[in-house]
């Protein structure tokens, strides 16, 4: 398993609790969605699997990765395994080039020279930006951004990608690359997103969360296209899903609802 989390409750020191007693696990090399409507607790989700919040270190920590909770021992080689792009590109590149900012990862992991130029040179090649070394992330457009933040993951080899809202501000060109980047690449993949279509194609399960709470999790096309469900959590049925038919009825997805 690349994620079990037990119990995942958690409270921002203001306010509010932003998660309440979520459970699920993900297995190793699935891509899975995860939607619900703003405030749901998409993005607070994401920080705590690779250990940015401290609620999930420790040896009783809710959330274990590849089978091991993250603890202070081991949170260099969770944050190394799993990568976690930004919503938002201007917080992740803070380099005056793409490759320092590409190669600012596999250099804190040791990595120098040579062998440095070649991850970056391949991760660059994986997102299709080879050739974009010298250029400044602040000049290129914010499809090309996000694939310089892709390619700086990339670089450090991560197990899992968690993905906060990655299609959120492309045009449709931007989007279709991104989708089928993303397509392409082997590892584990959490897609935060209100992109239900791009969920749709890449994701074969989705988990609901809404007010912290996770209130549906089961195959896409049948969470996707069930109206009731989507509308009672502030989404809506992605076009060519809606009124599909599919699992409608007293097998509906929302029989299943959690809690
Ligand atoms: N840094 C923060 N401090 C206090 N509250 C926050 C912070 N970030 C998010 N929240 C609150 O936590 C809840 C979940 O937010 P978030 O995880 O950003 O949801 P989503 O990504 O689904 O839109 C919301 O009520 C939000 O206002
Ligand atoms: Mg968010």
């Known amino acids: 398993m690349a994620f079990e989390v037990n119990e995942l409750s958690f409270a921002y020191a203001n306010g509010a609790p932003a998660l309440g007693g979520v459970t699920f696990t993900v297995a190793d090399g699935e891509r899975i969605g995860l939607i619900g409507p703003n405030g749901a607790g998409k993005s607070t989700l994401l920080m705590h699997l690779n250990g940015l919040l401290p609620e999930s270190i420790g040896s009783q920590s809710p959330v274990r990765v590849f089978g091991e909770a993250i603890r202070r021992d081991n949170l260099g080689l969770v944050r190394r395994e799993v990568g976690l792009l930004f919503q938002n590109p201007d917080d992740q590149l803070f380099c005056p080039t793409v490759f320092e900012d590409v190669a600012f990862g596999p250099e804190q992991q040791g990595e120098s ?54 299609t ?25 997103s209100h992109d239900l279509e791009m969920i749709a194609e890449l994701c074969g399960r989705v988990l609901v969360l809404d007010q912290g709470r ?30 599909s038919g599919i699992a409608v009825g007293p097998t509906s997805a929302a029989d299943r609802v959690k809690r």
């Open 168 to 192: 959120s501000d492309l045009d449709p060109r931007g989007r279709r690359e991104l989708k089928s980047l993303l397509k392409q690449l082997g590892v584990t993949q959490i897609i935060a």
């Open 113 to 166: 020279g040579a062998a440095l130029e070649t991850i970056v040179a391949t991760a660059l090649e994986q997102v299709d930006l080879a050739g974009f070394e010298n250029r400044s992330p602040h000049h290129l457009s914010h499809g090309e951004k996000r694939r310089v933040c892709i390619a700086g993951l990339l670089a450090c080899s991560p197990r899992v990608l968690l993905l906060d809202e990655p």
């Open 214 to 243: 996770l209130v549906a999790e089961g195959p896409t096309h049948e969470l996707l296209s069930d109206e009731p469900l989507m509308l009672a959590h502030g989404l809506e049925c992605p076009h060519g899903l809606a009124g």
